[in-house]
Each structure stands twice: as structure tokens, then as C-alpha cells.
């Protein structure tokens, strides 16, 4: 076994860490009370190769591994979880999705503007009734010869309005179930595609999340990704590598939390003292110490199995399960060290307990992912 990083790592962590201290922390608190999108961190990001991380360079991107990606993950969510989330959606969902499974003139077309950053895109599964239910998706794609016609809607569409190309899952023969389901590459400006209101957040406030509307919004045949009827393993497959981007977002919210927490235990004096000496305040830290380096050991393990094309629908799902609960505890116990000024926002770390609820919630709710783990042990 080896538990230490490659001096590239190393360093693809670092340039994560000083573009966040320098880009991302100095107007964090302004965009989440303006819910404003980081339009022009999400330029730099795309010159630093942050977007299409994982993406063969001879399509534009920087050819990492997973490994390096869940770094930069962890780095950026440790200050803005909502322009973390900008970047896992784009590499793990969008970029992975096309490069996997794309035809040539797909990636050539589309995928080389995704991973530079030039444009970003969209996964547009979720819809009013079907969020863990995937299957029942009321969005239909009609087979009419050389396209499809698409009706319906998507909800909390991430880079809703942000993106250029969005990548729709909707169901083109019902009578096949799940197997009657196709993906498209749907254009920003198609006939009929309406961009809904921006949704009013709990966390990630900067993230633009929207509702699409589909009126018979004319597809290509060309756009379709894979063979008729690859749709719903499509968006299961690439949310199973999204899952691994979720926990690492997850765990840099939660050290992001406990590095603020620590400094400020040994800044804050109570009873003539330090609070970190209070043996309630230093247990607290070392609780919250060991559930990060718990969770970071799982993130990194399923970022591994991937790299190393083992399975990692089980390591993937424990990993966002236990990461995402970590950021949770991790930072309501940070928002308690720092007492009263843990509730203003000027400390951060009560935004970074709004930011981490989500990561219990999006590419699979926590109640989803030990479905995912206990099918996978059950089994064996
Ligand atoms: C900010 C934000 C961004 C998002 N971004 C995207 C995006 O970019 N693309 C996209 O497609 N979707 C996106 N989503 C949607 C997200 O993935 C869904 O909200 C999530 O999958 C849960 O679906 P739901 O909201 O319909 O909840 P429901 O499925 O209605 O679940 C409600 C509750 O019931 C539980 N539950 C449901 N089924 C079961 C079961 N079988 N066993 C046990 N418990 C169960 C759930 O765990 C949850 O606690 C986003 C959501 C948010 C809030």
C-alpha cells in the first residue's frame, strides 16, 4: 500500500488551494447572499484545467487521474462548495459522460469546448416526480426517423442557465420500462427549450439551479448518446463516478469547517483561556479530526478503484454516505466552537453548514446510496 501522493498531485493540490484563497475566497459570502454565478472564477478554472481534469488532452483536456481530480475537489470545496460543484458536475457528469460514451464527432464537436472551459454543461435526469425514482421519467423523446421531438420537464438542473449544452435523459418507448430510455445533447437556443426561474437556495447559492422546459424541442438523431434504449445505464454509470466528485466536495466542506474551527480555538479566549484547552472544545476537534481522516481514506479509496478499473459502485457510495455525513456533523460542530459568531456570516463556517446539507442530498439522496451498498454486499 501507499498512502502518499505523487509530487504531480502534490502539486495539481496546491495550484487547487492557492486559486481558492486567492479567486474564490475574497467575494464567497457577496455571491451566496447574491445567489451570484462565479462567472469569471469559472473562466480561470477553465485555464487552470480544472473542467475537464480527467479529459484526454487530445480533446482539450488535462488527462489526470480521478485521484487528482477528488484534490482539486477537496480544495475548492473547502471555500466554495458552490463553484465546486460547477466543476464536478462538468468533469464527472458532462465531460466523463461524453468521452465514455460519445461518438467521435460528439467529442469533437461538443466535448473540446467542454473541458477548456470555453462553454459548461448540463445532466438533466431529475424531474418534478422523479428525483430517486429515476425510472419514471415523464420527459418523452418520440422517435420521428432522422430525430427526436422532446416534451416535459427537468427541475434543480444544476448550470441551468449557465450551460450550452445540456444532456437529457428522457423516455422514448415506455412500453420498454428503464430500457425505453435515450440521452441527448440538447443545445442552449433550441426551438422550445425554456430556461425556468432560478431556484431560491438553503446552500450552494452561487450554483445556478434551475427548471427546463421542453415544447417539442426538435433532436438530432446524431445528438442521441450510445444505442437506442442506453439512456438510463448511461445516467447510472455516470452518476456512479459523480458520486466519487460528491464526496470529495463533501470532504473539503468539512475540513474547510474544522480548519476554521481549530484556528479560532486557539484565537477565542473563555474563562481566561484559550477555548482549545477547554478539554469539551479540544474533544470536539479530535472528533472531528478523525471523521474527516475517515471519510478522506474512503474518497480516496474510491477514487483509486476507479483509476484502477475496479468497481466502484460500492466504494463510490460509501464514500459520498460517510463524507457527506461528516460535512454535516463536522460543520454544525464548527458553527458550536465558534459560538455566537458562528452564526454570522462573516466567520463562513455558517455557510459551509448550509453548503454541506446538499451533498446528503444530490446524485443520490443518503437513503440511495445504502440501497446501492447494502444490493452490493447483499450480493456477494
Ligand atoms: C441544489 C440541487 C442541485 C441538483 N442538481 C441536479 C442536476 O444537475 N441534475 C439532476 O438531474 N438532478 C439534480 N438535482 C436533483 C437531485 O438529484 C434530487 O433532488 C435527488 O436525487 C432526490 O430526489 P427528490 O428530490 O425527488 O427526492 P425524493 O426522491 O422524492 O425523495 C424524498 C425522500 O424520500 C427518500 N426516498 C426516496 N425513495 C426511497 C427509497 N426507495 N428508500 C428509502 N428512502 C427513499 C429520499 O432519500 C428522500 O429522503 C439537484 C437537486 C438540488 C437540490
Not at 468539512?254 to 480548519?259: I, P, Q, R, V
Request: hydrophobic residues 35%.
Amino acid at each position: 500500500m501507499n498512502f502518499s501522493l505523487t509530487e504531480e498531485q502534490e502539486l495539481i493540490q496546491q495550484a487547487a488551494r492557492d486559486f481558492a484563497q486567492n479567486d474564490l475566497f475574497p467575494e464567497v459570502i457577496e455571491r451566496d447572499e447574491a445567489q451570484r454565478f462565479p462567472k469569471e472564477e469559472v473562466r480561470k478554472m477553465g485555464e487552470l484545467g480544472f473542467l475537464g481534469m480527467m479529459v484526454d488532452p487530445k480533446y482539450g483536456g488535462s488527462g489526470l487521474d480521478t485521484l487528482s481530480y477528488v484534490l482539486v475537489m477537496e480544495e475548492l470545496s473547502k471555500v466554495d462548495a458552490s463553484s465546486s460543484v460547477i466543476v464536478s458536475v462538468n468533469n464527472s457528469l458532462v465531460c466523463w459522460g461524453l468521452e465514455t460514451y460519445g461518438t467521435e464527432e460528439q467529442k469533437e464537436k461538443y466535448l473540446t469546448r467542454l473541458s477548456t472551459g470555453e462553454i459548461i454543461g448540463a445532466f438533466c435526469l431529475s424531474e418534478p416526480e422523479a428525483g430517486s425514482d429515476a425510472t419514471s421519467q415523464k420527459t418523452t423523446a418520440i422517435d420521428k426517423g432522422d430525430h427526436y421531438v422532446i416534451n416535459g420537464t427537468k427541475n434543480w438542473i444544476t448550470n441551468g442557465s449557465s450551460a450550452e449544452v445540456y444532456l437529457v435523459i428522457a423516455q422514448t418507448d415506455k412500453d420498454k420500462k428503464h430500457k425505453g430510455i435515450n440521452a441527448l445533447i440538447v443545445e442552449k437556443g433550441a426551438e422550445g427549450f425554456e430556461i425556468g426561474p432560478k431556484e431560491n437556495k438553503l446552500g450552494i447559492r452561487g450554483s445556478d439551479t434551475h427548471s427546463l422546459i421542453f415544447n417539442d424541442v426538435k433532436v438530432p438523431k446524431k445528438n442521441r448518446i450510445g444505442d437506442d434504449g442506453f439512456g438510463f445505464k448511461f445516467a447510472m454509470k455516470t452518476l456512479a463516478g459523480g458520486r466519487i466528485g460528491i464526496a470529495a466536495q463533501a470532504l473539503g466542506i468539512a475540513a474547510g469547517a474544522y480548519e476554521l474551527a481549530l484556528k479560532y480555538s486557539k484565537e477565542r479566549k473563555a474563562f481566561g483561556t484559550e477555548i482549545s484547552n477547554h478539554q469539551a472544545i479540544a474533544f470536539k476537534l479530535a472528533d472531528m479530526h478523525t471523521q474527516i481522516e475517515a471519510a478522506r481514506h474512503l474518497v480516496y479509496k474510491a477514487a483509486w478503484d476507479k483509476d484502477n478499473g475496479n468497481d466502484y459502485d460500492l466504494s463510490g457510495a460509501m464514500a459520498k454516505l460517510y463524507a457527506s455525513q461528516v460535512a454535516m456533523e463536522t460543520t454544525v460542530e464548527a458553527v458550536q466552537i465558534h459560538g455566537g459568531n458562528g452564526f454570522v456570516k462573516d466567520y463562513h463556517v455558517e455557510r459551509l453548514m448550509r453548503d454541506a446539507k446538499i451533498t446528503q442530498i444530490y446524485e443520490g439522496t443518503s437513503e440511495i446510496q445504502k440501497i446501492v451498498i447494502s444490493r452490493s454486499i447483499l450480493k456477494r
